[in-house]
């Protein structure tokens, strides 16, 4: 055999060996469970509350009234006077000067009219959800200035049918307002209902303040909030509530600014204003879009007590929103909106003994909220900005050094803008910078690592405005699908990761209406019976509830897991529970094997918690009908404690593993 011979043998006989002697070996993800690298906040995974998409007004406020007081900007706005003939005279809207809170109210003269021949009915938003055999209360201002007029009052269903009625006497004659209450209960449920009032009897009589509330309101609090949407809320236990948004902080103008001293007190002493999605966007008008603030700062303050979540209110800065008008107020005349920051803080945190403190207490709350953190400002930027925020933090400081100031980072992760502010912000060693993203689950995949290189002992971040846009941002064709819901669980275990660095987040917009959004996507849609959360909001809530109290070193081949072989990774500890944590979101369309080592780790419970949430379809949806099309799955599996842990990870999944700790 010649020396060419015997090469090309030596060749075939390697050929021929290699698949024998070689084994593939699965890839371990690593978990140093001993070693906790930083804390987690108990704040890291909230929500943000703004009132868009109807999600005050005709949303968790449960009023079913709209225009209740006759002080949208048509007076008649969601009404329509019934009669049989006219005359002139019979129904006007009127209006008190002198009282620029509320001065509009409607003066009806009955002469002589049975029912059926003069009433008013109220649309609702968007109708009005009744539900069979539920109560309803309804209540009216009113001031009887002569004769005997009566108030027939019936639930009404899409075809004009009854479905729920009473008849309401007034009581008291005279020049006072007064007020009178009366409940009764629908006989059918619908979804499209209305509400109408038919006067009978013969004198003048006043009406103001005309509303309409269920009975099974959140805690069952007259005047309260939607239960269901709330509830949605309280299953994710958020560690914090962001309020009241958003753009509407800011306003078109200044005068159109959130104000919150404006929401305290009796509703009827509240003023209303257009909310500033009203006129926001051509292509999805709402000309009925007002806030009566019914939903004002002590109910938010409520709310996040309730759901066991720290409140984090959002004040105006002096500065309107800058794509609208970009109003400012001189630096020189900031007083009245510093004071408003440091009243807050009185109202929220101090004894009734104090000015604002008992405007708390005689609201029916005399403990201390205890307010922690406050945001000044909103998405705002440039050099306007912070020179209007240095004026606040050093006021705020002053009188409250332990109150943990939020600062906006502009509207974008990166830019000109976003590298001013960052670097201003943190000149000033700002404790929390705001940062914002709304962007494609793309960008998402590739900034699972934005975090990784960030100063850990500088100022802190909340993402505080985020989601994955299936479109574009400000598209009507963006929708809340599993595509988008995975990247931005991918996304999350860099969030996580690093939770020295980032100690707040939260998805955004929260809620929207089926028939009244101006924005998409957004967390959790309803209609006006019901609500549904979508992929991510799944997501936000296995974070949410999964949360842990310590980072762990977690890699693959020496390496955190940021999207290596399509596989995005996070581990924590939980201390409480004495239990480690994986997160794992594979966004690839074929299925993974990883085994797990928890290292240093000599003993485990042989069951531990699987938690998965895919669908192989990343265009797919949860809808009305389908709700839970994409809602996770649990079971308890068994492990051998003297093996490394072997997870199978579906195509399209994101994946939480609870391992309990001996």
């Known amino acids: 055999m010649n020396f060419k011979q015997l090469t090309v043998f030596s060749l075939l006989a390697s050929a021929i060996a290699l698949p024998v002697s070689t084994k593939a070996q699965t890839p371990v993800i690593n978990i140093k469970a001993t070693q906790p690298v930083a804390e987690i906040q108990p704040t890291m995974w909230g929500v943000f509350f703004e009132d868009i998409n109807m999600g005050a007004d005709g949303g968790i406020y449960a009023e079913l009234v709209k225009n209740r007081s006759f002080e949208f900007s048509k007076p008649w706005m969601g009404w329509k006077i019934e009669r049989k003939k006219a005359e002139e005279g019979d129904i006007i809207i009127q209006n008190r000067q002198g009282n620029t809170v509320n001065p509009r109210f409607i003066s009806v003269k009955a002469n002589n009219i049975s029912k059926g021949e003069l009433g008013i009915t109220n649309e609702g938003f968007k109708g009005m959800g009744i539900k069979k055999g539920l109560r309803y209360d309804f209540s009216v201002l009113y001031r009887h200035q002569k004769g005997s007029v009566k108030f027939h009052l019936e639930l009404l269903d899409s075809k004009g ?53 269920p009975e099974d309101t959140w805690k069952k609090r007259p005047g309260g909030m939607r239960a269901d949407m709330i509830q949605l809320l309280a299953d994710m236990k958020p560690g914090f509530i962001r309020f009241p948004g958003g753009c509407i902080v800011e306003g078109i103008d200044l005068a159109n600014r959130y104000q919150w001293k404006k929401t305290l007190g009796p509703v009827e002493e509240r003023q209303l204003i257009i909310n500033r999605w009203n006129v926001e ?62 009243d807050l803080i009185e109202f929220a945190n101090a004894e009734p003994n104090t000015k604002w403190g008992k405007v708390r207490a005689d609201m029916g709350h005399p403990a201390p909220f205890d307010l922690k953190y406050l945001g000044i400002g909103n998405e705002n930027w440039g050099p306007q900005y912070v020179e209007r925020l240095k004026v606040f933090t050093k006021a705020i400081k002053a ?26 912000l943190r000149a000033m060693n700002a404790d929390i910078i705001d940062e914002h993203y709304y962007r494609t689950p793309d960008w998402f995949l590739k900034n699972a690592g934005r975090y990784d290189s960030y100063d850990r002992n500088g100022s802190k971040i909340f993402a505080g405005e985020y989601a994955a846009q299936s479109d574009k941002t400000v598209s009507v064709k963006n929708v809340n699908n599993w595509k988008c819901a995975l990247s931005e669980a991918a996304f999350m275990t860099g969030l996580e990761r690093n939770a020295q660095v980032v100690n707040m987040a939260s998805y955004a917009p929260l809620f929207a209406h089926a028939e009244g959004w101006q924005w998409t996507p957004d967390m959790i849609w309803v209609d006006n019976l019901r609500s549904y959360g979508t992929p991510n909001y799944y997501v936000q809530k296995l974070y949410s509830t999964n949360k842990g109290t310590h980072v762990l070193t977690t890699t693959q081949n020496g390496t955190p897991l940021t999207g290596q072989e399509e596989l995005y990774a996070s581990g924590i500890l939980d201390k409480k529970t004495n239990e480690v944590i994986l997160k794992i979101a594979n966004v690839s369309d074929k299925e993974q094997v990883r085994e797990v080592n928890l290292e240093g780790i000599k ?28 809602s996770p799955v649990e079971e308890t ?13 579906a195509p399209n999944s994101f994946t939480v593993l609870r391992v309990k700790l001996l």
């Open 161 to 213: 049918n009854i479905i729920g009625e009473t008849t309401l006497i007034p009581t008291g004659n005279g020049h006072d307002w007064k007020k009178e209450a009366i409940s009764f209960s629908a006989t059918e449920t619908e979804a499209k209902g209305k509400f109408r009032i038919w006067f009978e009897g013969n004198g003048e009589i006043d009406l103001d303040m005309v509303s309409l509330f």
């Open 281 to 342: 966007f051509a292509h999805r008008p709402a000309p009925d879009y007002f806030q009566t603030f019914g939903l004002g700062f002590f109910e938010y303050f409520q709310l996040a007590e309730d759901i066991g979540a720290e409140p984090l209110p959002i004040l105006n800065c002096g500065m309107a929103c800058q794509f609208n008008t970009a109003e400012v107020v001189p630096v020189n005349e900031l007083d009245s909106y510093v004071q408003d920051a440091l």
């Open 399 to 424: 009188k409250y050094p332990n109150i943990k100031l939020v600062n906006s980072a502009g509207t974008d992760p990166s830019g000109d803008r976003f590298d001013y502010l960052n670097k201003e």
């Open 603 to 630: 003993k485990i419970d042989a069951k531990a918690k699987l938690i998965v949430l895919k669908n192989a379809n990343p265009e797919a949806l949860n809808t009305f009908e389908n709700a839970t099309n994409i």
């Open 637 to 649: 599996i068994t492990l051998n404690p003297k093996k490394k842990i072997s997870l199978t990870l």
